[in-house]
Structures are given as structure tokens and as C-alpha cells.
């Protein structure tokens, strides 16, 4: 299977506990954006990475939250202190970013996280 | 503020139907339109895409259609079935490399 994955697929955790997402991109992939989907909306923009850097991070909370998407291995998106608002899914999607113009991205099965 | 609007946010049709689904957009620097299909319990599927430089494209029952002027694209479903029951989202974004901009989603129920 040479799609998004993401895992885990399920995640709860208390509140005050971190939660940590990982994704891996298709192969050949470099490029990886992380959304937030809250019940009855459309997903949201939180970070754009490639290996090594954070590209845009202007949809990402100011606190608590970060990612980072190292030379080896799978991106994480990370969430320190999960409070009840943070239950949501979490979708990631990677780009093979061969065209300007076709901003095509692909989506992994998300993450559910729930917060008790 | 809302940068892409969608319409509506249900629609029943019947099988062997039209669905038509409208979205709004107000930034102008937008240039790639996707639609993106989502089951229950599943991820966005990338469906169709158009940009600004053609008013419509077609594959299989899948027509997008695209006004610049008035900035408003839609996408058709010929011969709408079952299974084309799901949501759809309509995004928008400027070129590759940037955020994709999402409407709320329609949901789509076909009867047989």
C-alpha cells in the first residue's frame, strides 16, 4: 500500500497528557501538511513540512502544539497539555509537488483523538 | 473569516440524479480548485481539480464547473448512485506548496 498512513488510527488521552501523531507521506513524497477536522466542519490548516523544516505553521496554536518532520522517519504532530477542545481528527496529506500548479494533496485516514 | 462557502450543506437526491454542489470563493490569488470525497471513518479523497485558466472539466460522472468572474465553481455528479453517498468538500488555494482552504462539506445521500 503506497498511501498516507497514519497512525494511530485511535487515540485517548486524559486531559493534562500529550498526544503524539505520527504520519508517514507516499513514497516519494518530501512534502506533508498536517488539518484539524472538527465534528460538522471542513478541515482546517495547521502546518506545511518538509524534511527538516517547517515551511508554514500559521495555522498551528500559538501553545501546546508543534511538529516536525526529521530526515528519517515519519512526521509527528505534537500535543502537549490536551484539553477537551483538542478532540478532534487529525488528517495528514503529502504533495509530490512536481507541478507548480496543481497543488494536489493526499490524504492519510486520520487520526481520532479523544480527550477525556 | 470564511474564505471558501459551500451550498448547501445536505442534499438528498435519487438515484440516476444530478447532484450539484456550489462553492464561493473571495480570494482572488487562488488559483487550484480540488474536490475531495470523504466516507465516514475514512480520509479525503482527492476527486477532481480544475484552475482558472478552463470552465470546466470532466472525468467519468465528475464535471467541474468554474466562473472566474463571478468566483464560483461546482461540481456535478451525472447519474448519481448509492454509493456516491458521502461528504464532499470544495477547497481552494493558491499555487503548490500552500495551505488548501475548505469549505464545511456537503452531504450527500442518494436513494435507491
Known amino acids: 500500500n503506497a498511501g498516507v498512513m497514519q497512525n494511530p488510527r485511535h487515540l485517548v488521552r486524559r486531559r493534562g497528557q500529550e498526544a503524539r501523531l505520527r504520519c508517514s507521506p507516499m513514497?516519494?513524497?518530501?512534502?506533508v501538511y498536517w488539518y484539524r477536522q472538527l465534528p460538522e466542519e471542513g478541515l482546517k490548516f495547521m502546518v506545511y513540512?518538509?524534511?527538516?523544516?517547517?515551511?508554514?505553521e500559521s495555522g498551528m496554536p500559538k501553545e501546546r502544539f508543534s511538529a516536525e518532520f526529521p530526515k528519517e522517519g515519519p512526521s509527528i504532530l505534537r500535543i502537549q497539555q490536551v484539553v477537551r477542545g483538542d478532540s478532534a481528527a487529525y488528517f495528514c496529506?503529502?504533495?509530490?509537488?512536481?507541478?507548480?500548479?496543481?497543488?494536489?494533496?493526499?490524504f492519510g485516514p486520520g487520526t481520532r483523538l479523544t480527550v477525556l | 473569516q470564511q474564505q471558501v462557502k459551500q451550498s448547501p450543506q445536505s442534499l438528498i437526491v435519487q438515484k440516476g440524479g444530478i447532484s450539484i454542489i456550489n462553492c464561493a470563493y473571495e480570494n482572488t490569488a487562488f488559483d487550484y480548485f480540488p474536490w475531495y470525497q470523504q466516507f465516514p471513518g475514512k480520509g479525503p479523497a482527492l476527486l477532481i481539480a480544475?484552475?482558472?485558466?478552463?470552465s470546466e472539466k470532466k472525468e467519468g460522472r465528475f464535471t467541474i464547473s468554474f466562473n472566474k468572474s463571478a468566483k464560483q465553481f461546482s461540481l456535478h455528479i451525472m447519474d448519481s448512485q448509492p454509493g456516491d453517498s458521502a461528504t464532499y468538500f470544495c477547497a481552494a488555494s493558491k499555487q503548490a506548496g500552500t495551505a488548501l482552504i475548505f469549505g464545511k462539506g456537503t452531504t450527500l445521500s442518494v436513494s435507491s
Open positions: 513514497k516519494g513524497h518530501s512534502h
Open positions: 513540512l518538509q524534511k527538516e523544516n517547517i515551511i508554514d
Open positions: 496529506a503529502s504533495s509530490p509537488v512536481t507541478s507548480f500548479f496543481y497543488n494536489e494533496q493526499f
Open positions: 480544475i484552475r482558472p485558466d478552463v
